[in-house]
């Protein structure tokens, strides 16, 4: 089944301790992005990446870090997390960066106390 | 990036269509009008998309006015399944990000 998944899927964590959140695509997407979603914010694009140790910011990048060693996988790091990094994050990925469609995973819903 | 203006909530009863508008009075001719929407508690999940001429879709179908400033998409018989946020995105051609703004809340009433 073609689908992006995420894990973990919920995470409790406190201030400072370095946590990585995973993402992997199993269509050979060349695309993917990160999105953080905050009550009356929406969706706010973190990084993307168009292919292979090709990384970008986006709209709210600061705190973050990613890294795309494999096409199939676009991790994100956060090194020291802050309260305000409390969040719900999804990962996306499409065929390319001008693909229509984007197939977003499930979510990961963060708490950093 | 143009912007796009949706109601924050609509209602509708279950198998009856349901007609969600978008304007985008500042729409540029390369940008296309994309919709998404976003079941409680999942990501987002790309619904249409179109540039100037009507489109459908097993999902769904997009009207677009023929001066592009406005669009509106159609459920053809609403299911409490389709209760969600829909997101109506302008996005340029050249373009992978997408830009949501707050989207309408889609309520389905048995």
């Known amino acids: 089944e073609a689908q992006v998944t995420q894990n973990p899927r919920y995470l409790i964590t406190v201030t400072g301790k370095k946590l990585t959140v995973t993402c992997s695509q199993n269509?050979?997407?060349?695309?993917m992005s990160w999105y953080r979603q905050d009550p009356g914010l929406g969706l706010r694009q973190i990084y993307y990446?168009?292919?292979?140790?090709?990384?970008d910011k986006g709209d709210v990048p600061e705190g973050y870090k990613v890294s795309r060693k494999e096409k199939r996988n676009f991790p994100l790091i956060l090194e020291s997390p802050s309260p305000n990094q409390t969040s719900l994050y999804f990962c996306?990925?499409?065929?390319?960066?001008?693909?229509?469609?984007?197939?977003f995973g499930p979510g990961t819903r963060l708490t950093v106390t | 990036d143009a912007k796009t203006t949706q109601p924050n909530s609509m209602e509708s009863n279950e198998e009856e269509p349901v007609h969600l508008p978008c304007n985008h009075s500042t729409i540029s001719g390369t940008d296309y009008i994309h919709w998404y929407r976003q079941l409680p508690s999942q990501g987002p999940e790309y619904v249409i998309h179109g540039l100037t001429s009507n489109v459908n879709n097993r999902m769904a179908s997009l009207a677009i006015a023929e001066d592009r400033k406005s669009s509106t998409l159609i459920l053809h018989r609403a299911t409490l399944r389709d209760a969600a946020v829909y997101y109506c995105i302008l996005r340029g051609g050249s373009q992978g990000n997408l830009i949501f703004g707050k989207g309408t809340k889609l309520s389905v009433k048995p």
């Open positions: 990446s168009m292919n292979v140790e090709v990384t």
């Open positions: 269509m050979n997407h060349e695309y």
């Open positions: 996306a990925s499409s065929f390319n960066f001008r693909a229509y469609e984007q197939y």
